[in-house]
């Protein structure tokens, strides 16, 4: 394991001996002041600007988390790709040690023995003769150069006082030193733009400190013992001793100095301390386990957007039709966190988990699970973990005798001979439908003091609380969760699940990324798939559905669009070969469209997704076709019904410069991970499913879907917003108008909370009836009666990605957010506003709906902001149908670069006696439409707004 040298060894005053440890450190070209130092030169930044680093040498690096900092050291190793997670803001540094080489180095063999003259018994290593007259080249060439081929552009260097374990005198010394100093000089000779940081050398930093960026250090303030195996206290005299260097280092030498310190990986509270000690001298620190195999608090503290949702959804009831994703998972995503499922009877993640998981929450379908001890165990260690747990339904074990002493739960004696009558709730028990007690589910158990009782219930002198908020999360008991109505297929929320997860899992208050709304328009998007595109049209003025709708919707209303053709439907090697000379024709007429963008519905439409891995392997199973569209002569093949007719539509239908970008699902829209890792290595996104319903007459939050599912790594399923006609229609059997209801959901998910942005769905089938098409009309005059911005499938689609991995970090009382740069908008908790003196990257902001905080819309991927309830007094976009980017902001001005797919327009608020110029044109008042042809509506327009002081 690679590792910072330093708490192994004592300090010794004159050899400044300080061998480290198990980490390593990284920083950038300039100087912090401390307090506790002299003043610093004139220019030098503050502690302000600090950059964040972080040291992770674990197998398969958080990249998610890790985003959040500047820069990120990992073991190289670990097989970790730099290119393959390329990113604006963050760059990757590899760790190399210099002064020693462990027999597992792929190098190591290719040294002379005469090189190796010595050892390290405490890592196993050998010490590297620095003095070899080969050694630089060597080092170069074996070490370094594989690397930078590998893409890394930065490197760690440590072990470099490995040399005082051989080197007795200072002649030998010196020799060595001089060594170190060659190789560093060949590194930057061969590789000049190559970033260097030192762990200590504090003895070769007069000769190479012009070559570096940074020096770090371990143990200020807290060190581990490897030998001992055990967390140390720093004593006084040696963190003086190390300030000295640090004072030295940036004053000398205008490097920047990083400390990496050592505390127990449960102990969140001991790192966040140790962290803020080592910031408040002006350095920067670092604060993690041992093994650096855990997210840190450096800097900015990573906030953990991930939820653990543990399932036991039986073998014949796929992911997909879980309660747990169809229900449970929405509520989670609207407070800012992604899930990702373990079922109980596999293999439940092992080891510290609170860096990455803000809370745990079980949803189990079994009041006893079959691996019960095992599962037990994993709970109490989470919870001593320091991991919230919120249990849904069931605990999934007993809660009498040891486990019910850990969770402070009473065993109640005997049971409800009568029915249970309510003695107290909580206002959130009785969400969508009043609790209805039953006996038979009742779980014999009544919480201690240090816990609130949500719903307690009584029958007699049995008296037990199905619900409560305790010191290590919270539970709902069944039926308290949710209710089943089986007659109408529908459910209701019992308990209000954003206020019990909020308090059970004690979720921070932080800005949450949101995929419904843009510069405070709520998102809209139109997408078609192509069932149907053969059908005729019921109705004079159109041949086919197809047709019709490209005459009386696209021509029409003229929103980004995009549209999906089955090839099996409409090519000569479909089922209608006769018909293609007029559908294939007609196709490309659509995507000529310059508002239309490609999209592919397969080859055959597979109706049953999880049938098309076995019949791909079968294909002498009878019936193999019976699950797909009845294509003469064609056997299931998944890179037919992907890769095939990608290729089918860009050779065939669409003009130079398009390409198809979109695979929509078909039929069950329940593709296995196969599927969808297919889809985006043949360079498509992917979309539909998840079966948003909600509706008057289904009014329940337990309607709306998630923003996906992630089935696996590179296999996320984005889901549609909203469902299409064949829904409202009852299957496509009437009555024709109904997709009009659809209005109902937009409404439902907007308001009181904007859950989803709107989305227009349908199928091409819509097309051949004339109520159809009115229901259509009326759809989208209501749509556009609405404050939305239109955008592509495409564009929703990498903002519901860029969700899954966005990264949220706090940096004292300033926020920190790092995404992709395709989801531009956070949601701010509460009524406090950007404040906008200061920050970085945000455009302005506007109220979210229903009282939920204030969206703060951003220029791009990354910002930096601090929030209050001052109101600016710079001028900020509050409103906007388009997108910002490169924002500058000077005093009461602000230039941005703007573009818009529909009708682009802003609204400058703030400020006073504001000029605003478009491309140097000088525009009048504050609401701005920028005009743009359809062929130019990519093109970005450089905007001014200048304002008085």
Same mark, same amino acid.
């Given at each position: 394991?690679?590792?910072?040298?330093?708490?192994?060894?004592?300090?010794?005053?004159?050899?400044?001996?300080?061998?480290?440890?198990?980490?390593?450190?990284?920083?950038?070209?300039?100087?912090?002041?401390?307090?506790?130092?002299?003043?610093?030169?004139?220019?030098?930044?503050?502690?302000?600007?600090?950059?964040?680093?972080?040291?992770?040498?674990?197998?398969?690096?958080?990249?998610?988390?890790?985003?959040?900092?500047?820069?990120?050291?990992?073991?190289?190793?670990?097989?970790?790709?730099?290119?393959?997670?390329?990113?604006?803001?963050?760059?990757?540094?590899?760790?190399?040690?210099?002064?020693?080489? $462990?027999?597992?180095?792929?190098? =190591?063999? @290719?040294?002379?023995?005469? +090189?190796?003259? /010595? %050892? #390290?018994?405490?890592?196993?290593?050998?010490?590297?003769?620095?003095?070899?007259?080969?050694?630089?080249?060597?080092?170069?060439?074996?070490?370094?150069?594989?690397?930078?081929?590998?893409?890394?552009?930065?490197?760690?260097?440590?072990?470099?006082?490995?040399?005082?374990?051989?080197?007795?005198?200072?002649?030998?010394?010196?020799?060595?030193?001089?060594?170190?100093?060659?190789?560093?000089?060949?590194?930057?000779?061969?590789?000049?733009?190559?970033?260097?940081?030192?762990?200590?050398?504090?003895?070769?930093?007069?000769?190479?400190?012009? $070559?570096?960026?940074?020096?770090? =250090?371990? @143990?200020?303030?807290?060190? +581990?013992?490897? /030998? %001992? #195996?055990?967390?140390?206290?720093?004593?006084?005299?040696?963190?003086?001793?190390?300030?000295?260097?640090?004072?030295?280092?940036?004053?000398?030498?205008?490097?920047?100095?990083?400390?990496?310190?050592?505390?127990?990986?449960?102990?969140?509270?001991?790192?966040?301390?140790?962290?803020?000690?080592?910031?408040?001298?002006?350095?920067?620190?670092?604060?993690?386990?041992?093994?650096?195999?855990?997210?840190?608090?450096?800097?900015?503290?990573?906030?953990?957007?991930?939820?653990?949702?543990?399932?036991?959804?039986?073998?014949?009831?796929?992911?997909?039709?879980?309660?747990?994703?169809?229900?449970?998972?929405?509520?989670?995503?609207?407070? /800012?966190?992604?899930?990702?499922?373990?079922?109980?009877?596999?293999?439940?993640?092992?080891?510290?988990?609170?860096?990455?998981?803000?809370?745990?929450?079980?949803?189990?379908?079994?009041?006893?699970?079959?691996?019960?001890?095992?599962?037990?165990?994993?709970?109490?260690?989470?919870?001593?973990?320091?991991?919230?747990?919120?249990?849904?339904?069931?605990?999934?074990?007993?809660?009498?005798?040891?486990?019910?002493?850990?969770?402070?739960?009473?065993?109640?004696?005997?049971?409800?001979?009568?029915?249970?009558?309510?003695?107290?709730?909580?206002?959130?028990?009785?969400?969508?439908?009043?609790?209805?007690?039953?006996?038979?589910?009742?779980?014999?158990?009544?919480?201690?003091?240090?816990?609130?009782?949500?719903?307690?219930?009584?029958?007699?002198?049995?008296?037990?609380?199905?619900?409560?908020?305790?010191?290590?999360?919270?539970?709902?008991?069944?039926?308290?969760?949710?209710?089943?109505?089986?007659?109408?297929?529908?459910?209701?929320?019992?308990?209000?699940?954003?206020?019990?997860?909020?308090?059970?899992?004690?979720?921070?208050?932080?800005?949450?990324?949101?995929?419904?709304?843009?510069?405070?328009?709520?998102?809209?998007?139109?997408?078609?798939?192509?069932?149907?595109?053969?059908?005729?049209?019921?109705?004079?003025?159109?041949?086919?559905?197809?047709?019709?709708?490209?005459?009386?919707?696209?021509?029409?209303?003229?929103?980004?669009?995009?549209?999906?053709?089955?090839?099996?439907?409409?090519?000569?090697?479909?089922?209608?070969?006769?018909?293609?000379?007029?559908?294939?024709?007609?196709?490309?007429?659509?995507?000529?469209?310059?508002?239309?963008?490609?999209?592919?519905?397969?080859?055959?439409?597979?109706?049953?997704?999880?049938?098309?891995?076995?019949?791909?392997?079968?294909?002498?199973?009878?019936?193999?076709?019976?699950?797909?569209?009845?294509?003469?002569?064609?056997?299931?093949?998944?890179?037919?019904?992907?890769?095939?007719?990608?290729?089918?539509?860009?050779?065939?239908?669409?003009?130079?410069?398009?390409?198809?970008?979109?695979?929509?699902?078909?039929?069950?829209?329940?593709?296995?991970?196969?599927?969808?890792?297919?889809?985006?290595?043949?360079?498509?996104?992917?979309?539909?499913?998840?079966?948003?319903?909600?509706?008057?007459?289904?009014?329940?939050?337990?309607?709306?879907?998630?923003?996906?599912?992630?089935?696996?790594?590179?296999?996320?399923?984005?889901?549609?917003?909203?469902?299409?006609?064949?829904?409202?229609?009852?299957?496509?059997?009437?009555?024709?108008?109904?997709?009009?209801?659809?209005?109902?959901?937009?409404?439902?998910?907007?308001?009181?909370?904007?859950?989803?942005?709107?989305?227009?769905?349908?199928?091409?089938?819509?097309?051949?009836?004339?109520?159809?098409?009115?229901?259509?009309?009326?759809?989208?005059?209501?749509?556009?009666?609405?404050?939305?911005?239109?955008?592509?499938?495409?564009?929703?689609?990498?903002?519901?990605?860029?969700?899954?991995?966005?990264?949220?970090?706090?940096?004292?009382?300033?926020?920190?957010?790092?995404?992709?740069?395709?989801?531009?908008?956070?949601?701010?908790?509460?009524?406090?506003?950007?404040?906008?003196?200061?920050?970085?990257?945000?455009?302005?902001?506007?109220?979210?709906?229903?009282?939920?905080?204030?969206?703060?819309?951003?220029?791009?991927?990354?910002?930096?902001?601090?929030?209050?309830?001052?109101?600016?007094?710079?001028?900020?976009?509050?409103?906007?149908?388009?997108?910002?980017?490169?924002?500058?902001?000077?005093?009461?001005?602000?230039?941005?670069?703007?573009?818009?797919?529909?009708?682009?327009?802003?609204?400058?608020?703030?400020?006073?006696?504001?000029?605003?110029?478009?491309?140097?044109?000088?525009?009048?008042?504050?609401?701005?439409?920028?005009?743009?042809?359809?062929?130019?509506?990519?093109?970005?327009?450089?905007?001014?707004?200048?304002?008085?002081?």
């Amino acid at each position: 394991m690679p590792r910072i040298r330093g708490g192994l060894w004592a300090r010794c005053r004159l050899c400044a001996c300080i061998v480290a440890l198990t980490a390593s450190v990284f920083g950038v070209g300039y100087v912090a002041r401390s307090q506790a130092q002299a003043p610093a030169a004139p220019g030098a930044p503050t502690t302000a600007q600090q950059p964040s680093i972080a040291f992770y040498y674990g197998a398969k690096p958080p990249v998610a988390e890790l985003q959040a900092f500047d820069m990120v050291v990992v073991e190289p190793d670990s097989g970790f790709d730099p290119t393959q997670h390329a990113l604006a803001s963050t760059q990757w540094l590899s760790y190399v040690s210099l002064g020693e080489v $462990l027999p597992s180095r792929s190098y =190591f063999k @290719s040294i002379p023995q005469s +090189w190796l003259i /010595g %050892g #390290n018994t405490a890592w196993n290593s050998h010490v590297v003769d620095q003095a070899a007259p080969e050694w630089p080249a060597f080092y170069v060439d074996q070490v370094i150069t594989p690397l930078w081929q590998r893409g890394f552009r930065g490197f760690f260097l440590d072990t470099l006082d490995s040399y005082q374990l051989v080197a007795k005198s200072d002649d030998d010394r010196r020799k060595q030193e001089a060594g170190m100093v060659a190789v560093i000089r060949a590194i930057k000779a061969k590789y000049p733009e190559a970033r260097l940081v030192l762990n200590r050398g504090f003895e070769i930093l007069p000769q190479v400190h012009t $070559l570096v960026q940074a020096v770090a =250090f371990e @143990s200020l303030f807290r060190g +581990w013992d490897q /030998g %001992g #195996n055990r967390f140390t206290e720093v004593s006084a005299s040696d963190r003086d001793w190390l300030l000295g260097q640090a004072r030295t280092i940036r004053e000398s030498y205008r490097l920047p100095v990083i400390s990496i310190d050592y505390c127990p990986p449960a102990d969140r509270a001991c790192a966040r301390n140790t962290a803020a000690q080592i910031k408040a001298l002006g350095i920067i620190p670092y604060v993690a386990d041992p093994a650096l195999s855990q997210v840190g608090i450096g800097q900015i503290e990573v906030m953990p957007r991930r939820i653990l949702m543990v399932i036991d959804t039986p073998s014949d009831i796929s992911l997909d039709d879980s309660s747990a994703n169809r229900i449970g998972a929405m509520p989670l995503n609207y407070l /800012g966190y992604s899930v990702e499922y373990a079922h109980v009877s596999q293999q439940l993640p092992e080891g510290v988990l609170n860096d990455r998981y803000a809370g745990i929450v079980v949803w189990l379908n079994n009041s006893i699970v079959p691996n019960q001890a095992r599962y037990a165990q994993w709970i109490r260690q989470q919870m001593d973990n320091g991991i919230r747990v919120a249990f849904m339904g069931r605990f999934g074990m007993s809660v009498d005798g040891a486990m019910g002493q850990a969770l402070g739960l009473d065993a109640v004696r005997g049971r409800a001979t009568r029915e249970l009558e309510i003695v107290s709730r909580d206002p959130m028990i009785g969400f969508e439908t009043q609790p209805m007690p039953d006996r038979r589910e009742a779980v014999s158990v009544r919480v201690r003091d240090d816990a609130r009782s949500l719903l307690r219930l009584r029958a007699g002198q049995y008296e037990v609380d199905a619900a409560a908020i305790t010191r290590w999360g919270g539970y709902v008991l069944a039926p308290f969760v949710v209710m089943t109505m089986d007659d109408v297929n529908q459910n209701r929320w019992v308990v209000q699940p954003l206020d019990f997860l909020r308090q059970a899992l004690a979720l921070q208050p932080m800005p949450v990324p949101d995929v419904t709304t843009e510069n405070g328009r709520r998102l809209m998007l139109t997408h078609i798939d192509g069932d149907g595109f053969a059908s005729r049209a019921e109705f004079p003025g159109a041949q086919y559905g197809a047709d019709a709708l490209l005459k009386d919707i696209l021509e029409r209303y003229r929103v980004p669009t995009t549209w999906s053709v089955i090839e099996g439907e409409i090519a000569a090697t479909g089922m209608y070969p006769q018909l293609a000379p007029v559908l294939e024709p007609l196709a490309r007429k659509i995507y000529a469209l310059p508002y239309v963008e490609v999209a592919s519905h397969t080859f055959s439409h597979p109706y049953d997704w999880a049938r098309t891995l076995e019949k791909e392997k079968d294909r002498s199973t009878a019936g193999y076709d019976s699950f797909h569209l009845e294509i003469p002569g064609y056997s299931m093949d998944l890179d037919r019904e992907i890769t095939g007719t990608r290729d089918y539509i860009n050779e065939k239908l669409i003009p130079p410069g398009k390409k198809v970008k979109v695979l929509l699902w078909s039929g069950d829209c329940q593709p296995p991970a196969e599927a969808v890792r297919k889809a985006y290595a043949a360079g498509m996104l992917n979309m539909n499913g998840g079966d948003t319903l909600i509706s008057r007459s289904n009014p329940s939050w337990t309607a709306i879907a998630p923003i996906g599912l992630n089935k696996g790594e590179g296999a996320f399923q984005v889901f549609a917003p909203h469902q299409n006609e064949n829904i409202y229609t009852n299957e496509w059997s009437g009555p024709y108008y109904g997709f009009e209801r659809v209005i109902e959901t937009f409404e439902m998910t907007d308001k009181p909370i904007r859950f989803k942005p709107l989305n227009i769905y349908y199928h091409t089938y819509s097309g051949t009836k004339a109520a159809s098409m009115r229901a259509l009309r009326k759809v989208y005059d209501y749509a556009m009666s609405q404050p939305v911005m239109p955008i592509y499938a495409s564009d929703y689609i990498r903002k519901a990605l860029d969700f899954q991995t966005f990264a949220v970090a706090r940096d004292g009382d300033t926020w920190v957010v790092r995404g992709a740069g395709d989801l531009r908008t956070v949601r701010v908790p509460g009524q406090a506003t950007p404040q906008l003196a200061g920050s970085q990257g945000v455009v302005g902001f506007s109220p979210a709906n229903g009282g939920q905080g204030t969206y703060v819309h951003l220029d791009g991927g990354t910002a930096r902001f601090r929030v209050g309830s001052n109101t600016p007094a710079q001028p900020y976009i509050a409103e906007a149908s388009g997108v910002t980017r490169n924002l500058v902001r000077t005093g009461n001005s602000m230039r941005f670069d703007f573009r818009g797919d529909y009708k682009p327009f802003f609204r400058v608020a703030g400020g006073s006696q504001c000029r605003v110029t478009v491309d140097g044109v000088a525009q009048r008042g504050t609401r701005v439409e920028v005009a743009a042809s359809e062929q130019s509506s990519q093109t970005f327009r450089r905007v001014h707004v200048d304002c008085a002081e």
